[in-house]
C-alpha cells in the first residue's frame, strides 16, 4: 500500500513564506511525474506545479515566480517552496504522483496525498 504524506501548511500573513512536502511510501516500480495542486472553498482543484523525474518543472501563471517545486527522487519526495504569499493562494495543497505500480506489468496509477490546508491572512 502507498501511502503520500504531507506537512508544512499552516497560517501565514501576506508576503510570507511557507514550504510544503510530500513523501511517498511503500511499494513503486517508479515515480514519473510528481505535481501539486490546490483547491480553495468552493472552486475546483487546480493545478499548480508540476516536476519530472529528469527535474522539468512547469508552473500555473498564478504561481510562476513566487513558487519552486522540487524532488528528491531517492526518497520519493516533492517540496512546493511559496514564497511571497497572497491571500488568493489559500486553500488545500494537494500533492499528485504519477507512478508506474510495483508488480508486473507496471501498469500506470496515480496517487494523491491527504491535503495540507494553507491560509494566508494578516
Known amino acids: 500500500q502507498v501511502q503520500l504524506v504531507e506537512s508544512g501548511g499552516g497560517l501565514v500573513q501576506p508576503g510570507g513564506s511557507l514550504r510544503l512536502s510530500c513523501a511517498a511510501s511503500g511499494s513503486i516500480f517508479r515515480i514519473n511525474n510528481m505535481a501539486w495542486y490546490r483547491q480553495a472553498r468552493g472552486k475546483q482543484r487546480a493545478f499548480v506545479a508540476s516536476i519530472t523525474s529528469g527535474g522539468s518543472s512547469n508552473y500555473a501563471d498564478s504561481v510562476q515566480g513566487r513558487f519552486t517545486i522540487s524532488r528528491d527522487n531517492a526518497n520519493n519526495t516533492v517540496w512546493l517552496q511559496m514564497n511571497t504569499l497572497k491571500a488568493e493562494d489559500t486553500a488545500v495543497y494537494f500533492c499528485?504522483?504519477?507512478?508506474?505500480?510495483?508488480?508486473?506489468?507496471?501498469?500506470?496509477?496515480?496517487?494523491w496525498g491527504q491535503g495540507t490546508q494553507v491560509t494566508v491572512s494578516s
Open positions: 499528485k504522483l504519477d507512478a508506474l505500480k510495483y508488480l508486473w506489468p507496471h501498469g500506470p496509477v496515480t496517487y
